[in-house]
């Protein structure tokens, strides 16, 4: 009799067990048995041991058929069949069912890519949508494919009651035939649980193979070396679930099931004992996978005596190159990923800064290319505020993975982004009847109204919606804020002309509206080697040329105190500043300032001449410290708007941040300066 920590464990135990027989004691496969009352809740263990310790493990019982490569595919087109069509299911679809003998096979290849990437496309008016607006030059061959496409969303729109139909147009071979086993197994209503329960021969032969089985087969094919395992209170023998309909007075219970499950378990229990021939080891968890105690089995009364196995004791005999690393402290030591992984852990515990901190070699050429290249408002303050990052993200082009679920409300970001887009769209509108300078109010929120139904199409098609009420006031919300920035008036320009996103420095037009200068006209911040292009989101030119209004909108709380630089974090008015004056001409009288239409806020830049001189002392520094190296964190690293966090170590803006912010700060010198700047 053994105990072990936990069921898991129990399971790595009996694999040492069987492959110690048969290496070290030279036991046929075929002798040797593991068996549990109720095998269900070892089944995903062994699977998974099965692999790693490369041993022929046969599964008496079946494996699940979502295990396999073709039963996943069935369970993908189920989910949708029950759950509907979106973008993540499709995409599931279409790598697991493949596209030979299948509706796909009409497509070509790479046509995902007409998908749009952050589009959820939940629901079937979303797919009519994206599919009306498709054009022969979307597809990857140009030609138009969208009437196949729109069959094939149409054919799974069918849902579950077309089951059979849908089945034996996407699935073949072995798919197929798991597909109406389901069928017939349980309702298509029902299709993904049949599916999750369903069992199928794992094709190894029981008469060559080490064999994990259910207790009630063991006790009818017995082996001479048996392993039994869940030998705890209440899992063997197990309780009778069920609630009897009919009382002991109107039919016995004796009569209703002459053999309870637990009268079963108890035979079969005793059955093994006396038929096993050479040895039977009894195993049983401590604890369950919360931690709660376990009891032993009423059945191991007369055995007084048990091996406590600990979790981490080094085994007698290791079922894997994995497990035998693990318990061979001084050989794992040794390998090259236990070194690396071992001394990163240790150096992200030291104050002190390493290679494993961001710090490089100087002049790396990554660090240099990434420098050269053109920068906009929201790297440089990357840059500033988080050098690790502005690596991670423009280097090592790491970013954080798209959900493809629909959001319960927009983020801050994703909501400011909606506010533009309709600012945008509802100032061309305004320019084109006249010029925002001379609009109504009445006028003003009519192309904001229409502009906000406009946008609201296109974010549907393209991007992921919250649920419709929430949807609903989320757009409310996005037309008060864009006609409290339009009605805004501010300071007045004689005959002013507007312009909205209105990019320069290279960056690409969003629009075909016109622009006040040709947007590829560099723009390069002088004494920093930076080069700079962007979007401003509003412009306003008298009508002489001569005075501009530059805005950047905020759809946030605006700042308690008077801010310049703000640490780095406010960078657009400045350098939109800048560029407007390179581009237009040293003689134009610029006014930049950050409008909040929440309050109806407006922070002027007092002086952005000598804004762009402190600023371009921080540029020049930063790039100094990152081309000697210095990719280190800085006071946005680990944040909770860092969404590349899930790189640093767990919790890290609580721990591992400040144990090296005072190395760090340190080390970058003069770049980090800038943190403290108003």
């Known amino acids: 009799m053994v105990s072990a920590a936990t069921s898991y464990h129990e399971a790595i135990e009996a694999i040492r067990w069987a492959r110690a027989l048969i290496v070290t004691d030279g036991v046929n496969p075929a002798d040797i048995a593991i068996a549990a009352a109720s095998p269900g809740e070892y089944d995903d263990h062994f699977l998974a041991l099965r692999a790693d310790a490369n041993l022929d493990l046969h599964f008496v019982h079946g494996i699940k058929v979502t295990t396999t ?28 069912c493949g596209p030979k003998n299948s509706p796909f096979e009409s497509l070509p290849q790479g046509w995902l890519r007409v998908l749009p990437a952050d589009a959820p496309l939940a629901s079937l008016s979303a797919w009519d949508r994206l599919l009306s607006r498709l054009i022969p030059a979307d597809w990857p061959d140009e030609q138009d494919h969208t009437p196949a ?116 378990d108890r035979r079969d229990f005793e059955t093994i004992l006396t038929t096993t021939e050479i040895e039977v080891t ?50 794992f030591a040794n390998d090259s990923q236990a070194i690396s992984a071992l001394t990163t852990w240790r150096d992200w515990h030291r104050k002190e800064i390493t290679p494993h901190d961001g710090l490089v070699r100087a002049s790396h050429p990554l660090l240099l290319d990434i420098l ?70 009445a006028q003003i929120s009519d ?14 098609n393209e991007r992921a919606v919250p649920p419709p009420v929430i949807w609903r006031r989320t757009l409310d919300d996005a037309r008060t804020l864009a006609e409290r920035a339009l009605t805004y008036r501010g300071e007045h320009l004689d005959d ?22 040709d947007a590829a006209t560099p723009v390069a911040i002088p004494e920093t080697g930076f080069a700079i292009k962007g979007y401003i989101d509003r412009l306003d030119l008298s009508g002489d040329g001569r005075r ?53 806020t407006d922070i002027q830049l007092t002086d952005p001449e000598a804004t762009l001189a402190e600023l371009t002392g921080y540029l020049r520094a930063a790039s100094t410290s990152l081309s000697a190296g ?21 919790n890290a803006g609580a721990t591992y941040c400040k144990r090296k912010t005072l190395a760090a700060t340190e080390l970058l010198g003069d770049a980090a300066l800038v943190w403290e700047a108003q």
């Open 69 to 96: 490569r073709e039963g996943q595919a069935a369970a993908a087109l189920a989910d949708i069949l029950i759950r509907g069509v979106s973008q993540t299911r499709m995409r599931r679809l279409v790598a697991l």
């Open 149 to 264: 496409l729109r069959g094939i969303v149409d054919l799974l729109a069918k849902g579950y009651a077309a089951a059979d139909e849908v089945g034996a147009a996407f699935l073949t071979g072995r798919a197929l035939s798991i597909w109406r086993k389901a069928l017939l197994a349980g309702p298509s209503v029902s299709l993904d649980r049949t599916l999750e329960n369903l069992k199928q021969d794992d094709g190894l032969e029981a008469c060559v193979s080490l064999a994990w089985m259910p207790a009630s087969e063991l006790a009818a094919s017995p082996r001479r070396y048996v392993r039994l395992i869940g030998l705890n209170s209440s899992r063997w023998p197990r309780r009778i679930s069920e609630d009897r309909l009919l009382s002991d007075h109107i039919i016995t219970t004796a009569e209703l099931d002459p053999l309870p499950i637990n009268a079963a």
């Open 282 to 331: 009894m195993s049983r968890a401590r604890r369950d996978s919360d931690g709660r105690l376990l009891g032993r089995s009423a059945l191991l009364g007369p055995v007084t005596e048990e091996n406590y196995i600990g979790r981490n004791a080094v085994p007698a005999h290791a079922f894997s190159e994995t497990d035998r690393l693990m318990a061979r402290p001084d050989e």
């Open 372 to 441: 050269a290249r053109v920068q906009s408002a929201s790297s440089l303050r990357l840059l500033l505020r988080s050098p690790l990052s502005f690596v991670w993200r423009y280097g090592m082009r790491l970013q954080m993975p798209e959900s493809g679920k629909e959001p319960l409300v927009l983020d801050p970001l994703a909501m400011g982004d909606l506010v533009h887009m309709t600012l945008d769209l509802a100032l061309q509108t305004l320019e084109a009847n006249g010029g925002l300078a001379n609009a109504g109010d």
């Open 447 to 460: 192309a904001i109204e229409v502009a906000a139904r406009s946008i609201a199409s296109i974010w549907e």
């Open 496 to 517: 002013a002309r507007s312009y909205g996103e209105v990019a320069f420095g290279g960056a690409t037009p969003k629009t075909s509206a016109d622009s006040p200068w």
């Open 548 to 600: 501009a209004l530059v805005r950047d909108y905020k759809t946030g709380r605006p700042p308690k105190n008077d801010i310049s630089i703000n640490g780095g974090c406010e960078l657009q008015r400045c350098l939109y500043a800048f560029a407007v004056k390179a581009l237009l001409g040293a003689d134009v009288s610029i006014r930049a300032s950050l409008l909040y239409p929440r309050t109806e």
């Open 630 to 650: 210095h990719a280190l964190i800085g006071p946005d690293t680990g944040g909770p708007y860092d969404d590349l966090a899930f790189a640093l170590p767990a």
